[in-house]
């Protein structure tokens, strides 16, 4: 029924991005492989904001509430109630998604900075609640937090190496459902929405259960990419909630080029990378981020991503 | 050119390696931007002034730091612990400040056997219920600061508490340890208030609780700006010399005082340092740190002083050997001595420093304003709390 999706330009810059993720994974060491997974989940998470930012068009300041309630959720059930990780990441995306659920319902009925403030809000509230929660340990954090165990089939996902692998395959899995869900007829109304909304609504898409529905595929994502976080780290606290960690995943789906999905998980890489050797060189090193930002935005605005596409294009017309 | 450009690499691999061997790292996760800089600055001059004084090269070999900023996130903290472990192959860790940070790091440097000394984070479970054969704490707990005050106030003839804390885990622990002592000697809480950490500008509305109901003393833990703007509203509402402030000694800290003035005077805290201390090792250590850095060493200061101290008085008894992290431990626990604070020592049974809290009342003297000691309790320990190794 679907037809067969022509191979874009995006997916074989996502395949020579996994290609190069693969041969940097060989030659880490134990510390590369930590970045290499911290790589993966913030590529997850971004990916998940592109969904909505870049293609649905709304942007939010509150993402970070479900990346929080997917790691809050794993380490309460984990940590806490002692349940299977097998049956806790599920859960913890749908908990992630059930939260989107009832704030989208909400969220989707405001239009721009409407809806980066109520985003916001929501974040916060979420945040107010981890910070206050004796159970979570409050500000303090939780610890203690377990990985998933596949011992059975013998991987061991303690050792870095093979925790590293393992969220580089999800989050190429992710990249994969996602470019799907985008090339698909439903991501087709999403991009119309963004571009058009008044006339996607005259031509009588029902408009918000789109918006809404993208808002809980969003969530949802964004829920995985926590519960890895958590994992990661062995340790959730409320930092992972705050809404500078939203606006940090912004910065990373702007760095990479909005709306294009390999474009933030490029994007990922490149501010894990820069984060970890400039922090090495100057206490100061948000101070070069910030610049790095700005060169990004002034430079056209569509990131990395755009500026390869660009490069490219210029070089095919010299050949010619 | 390119077995030239090989040997040239392996070269400096294996120098390298002869370096790993002759120096003794040491890796510093402490928080050098963000609203804890400049406890992290303490920490380090007191600690880099401890192997200034007592020896920087054990056994030949060279006490190197290497420092991390951990900007008081756990998720930081913990990559920054993992790299200078990884990478660095550090031979044993100093840090957090803050305790959310030292929570994230704990699993980790219980799990890779790396020695861990806190020389801040108050968090109770560090030594109590999450403590680790690995994670060493030569600063406090909140418990071990604020239990003693409980019963000490009851003697002083106070009879009903009023508890005053920033809403946090660390404003919690603190007020729960005085209830805990102060009802145990036979006194009465009779209100609490918790504000919110960072939204409270306005003190207005929980002083008028506590104007009210009239308690015989008013028991509170603030930091930072809170602290600031707390003592002056204390004093504006017209409660200063109504109702007597008292409380956990940092409201106080050296650095607050200045922007707080005389309506910082009659204050009554604990604390394990203030800098006005009558010893020789005190006055000595005041002395060596105002020559270099030209100011008062805050408790902060004493903190890194002590855990710098710590370390070089353990590698002297394992004559400068770092890879039995084991026999480092125990060499830890075997170190006494006499610091700026009083007799140091830690507790093999929760890995948590047995020191004396002093309590001190603020007093003006001429135009100083100055930390007057006027009790103290000697070798506090705290329970295991549910500690087991």
């Keep these: 029924m679907i037809k067969k999706r ?33 790589i993966s989940i913030l590529a997850i998470f971004a990916m998940s904001l ?110 870095p190496a093979q925790f590293s692998l393992f969220t580089l395959i999800v989050a190429a899995l992710v990249y994969f459902v996602a470019a799907h869900l985008v090339d698909s007829p439903f991501g087709r109304v999403l991009v119309g929405i963004h571009q058009n909304e008044s006339r996607m609504r005259a031509l009588g898409c029902p408009v918000r259960h789109y918006k809404l529905a993208a808002f809980v595929l969003a969530a949802s994502f964004a829920g995985l990419a926590g519960s890895l976080a958590a994992q990661h780290n062995n340790f959730v606290s409320p930092e992972l909630l705050t809404w500078t960690t939203s606006g ?43 610049l790095f930002f700005v060169a990004v935005v002034l430079f056209g605005g569509d990131g990395l991503y755009g500026l390869i596409g660009r490069m490219r294009r210029a070089l095919t017309h010299a050949r010619r | 050119m390119r077995s030239w450009y090989v040997a040239w690499i392996a070269g400096l691999g294996l120098a390298a390696v002869a370096q790993a061997e002759e120096t003794i790292k ?14 992290g600055g303490d920490i380090t001059d007191g600690m880099q002034l401890a192997f200034d004084l007592y020896g920087s090269e054990i056994a030949g070999r060279k006490i190197v ?58 968090n109770n479970l560090l030594t109590g219920e999450k403590c680790s054969p690995w994670v060493i704490r030569t600063s406090f707990s909140n418990d071990q600061i604020n239990r003693v005050m409980g019963p000490w106030l009851y003697e002083q003839g106070h009879r009903t508490l009023y508890l005053m804390a920033a809403d946090y885990s660390a404003g919690h622990q603190m007020m729960e340890a005085v209830r805990r002592g102060f009802t145990e000697a036979g006194g009465e809480i009779v209100g609490e208030e ?44 017209g409660l200063k010399g109504e ?72 590698l002297k008894l394992t004559s400068g050997k770092t890879a039995d992290k084991a026999a480092l431990v125990e060499a830890i626990h075997r170190v006494h001595f006499t610091s700026p604070r009083g007799p140091f020592r830690i507790d093999p049974a929760t890995n948590n420093v047995i020191q004396d ?28 709390n549910g500690c087991k190794m």
């Design chain 2, 243 to 314: 109702i007597p402030l008292t409380g956990a000694g940092w409201l106080t800290s050296p650095l607050f005082l200045p922007a707080q003035g005389t309506a910082a005077t009659g204050f009554i805290g604990a604390l394990n340092y203030v800098p006005t201390i009558d010893s020789e090792e005190n006055r000595a250590f005041q002395a060596a740190f105002s020559e270099k850095h030209q100011r008062t060493a805050s408790e902060f200061t004493v903190q890194g002083f002590d855990t710098g101290r710590l370390i070089v008085e353990a």
């Design chain 1, 248 to 290: 940090e995943a912004l910065i990373v789906v702007i760095i990479g080029g909005i709306g294009s999905l390999v474009g933030p998980a490029a994007g990922a890489a490149v501010f894990v990378m820069l984060a970890h050797h400039l922090s090495g060189i100057t206490d100061y090193w948000m101070f070069f981020m910030g």
């Design chain 2, 26 to 39: 040491i890796g510093v996760v402490l928080p050098y931007s963000g609203v804890y800089a400049s406890l």
């Design chain 2, 65 to 122: 730091l290497i420092t991390e900023d951990s900007e008081v996130k756990p998720n930081v903290g913990l990559t920054k612990t993992k790299k200078l472990v990884f990478q660095d192959k550090v031979d044993l860790l100093v840090g957090p400040v803050a305790s959310n940070v030292a929570g994230a790091m704990r699993d980790f440097v219980h799990n890779a056997k790396i020695p861990l000394i806190i020389p801040n984070a108050g």
């Design chain 1, 50 to 159: 592109d969904l909505l930012t870049g293609y649905t068009g709304l942007v939010s300041l509150g993402h970070a509430a479900f990346y929080g309630v997917g790691a809050y959720a794993t380490a309460g059930l984990a940590a806490l109630a002692g349940w299977p990780m097998w049956a806790v990441m599920p859960t913890a995306m749908l908990l992630s998604a059930l939260l989107a659920v009832f704030a989208g319902v909400f969220a989707v009925r405001l239009v721009g900075v409407f809806f980066i403030m109520i985003t916001l809000a929501i974040g916060e509230m979420v945040h107010a609640f981890a910070f206050r929660s004796r159970v979570f340990g409050g500000d303090d954090g939780l610890g203690g937090v377990p990985r998933i165990n596949f011992d059975a089939v013998g991987i061991n996902l303690l050792d």
């Design chain 1, 6 to 38: 022509a191979l874009a330009n995006r997916d074989i810059a996502a395949c020579i991005l996994l290609l190069i993720a693969i041969i940097a994974w060989f030659r880490a060491d134990i510390f590369g492989h930590e970045l290499l997974a911290q």
């Design chain 2, 194 to 237: 918790y504000p919110p950490l960072r939204e409270t500008k306005d003190f207005a509305p929980y002083l008028a609780k506590v104007k009210a109901i009239r308690p015989d003393a008013l028991y509170v833990f603030f930091a930072g700006g809170l602290a600031i703007q707390f003592v002056k509203q204390y004093q504006d509402f």
């Design chain 2, 357 to 384: 809290i002093y309590i001190f009342e603020m007093r003006q003297t001429g135009y100083d304003i100055r930390h007057v000691v006027i009790d103290k309790i000697a070798d506090v320990q705290d329970p295991p």
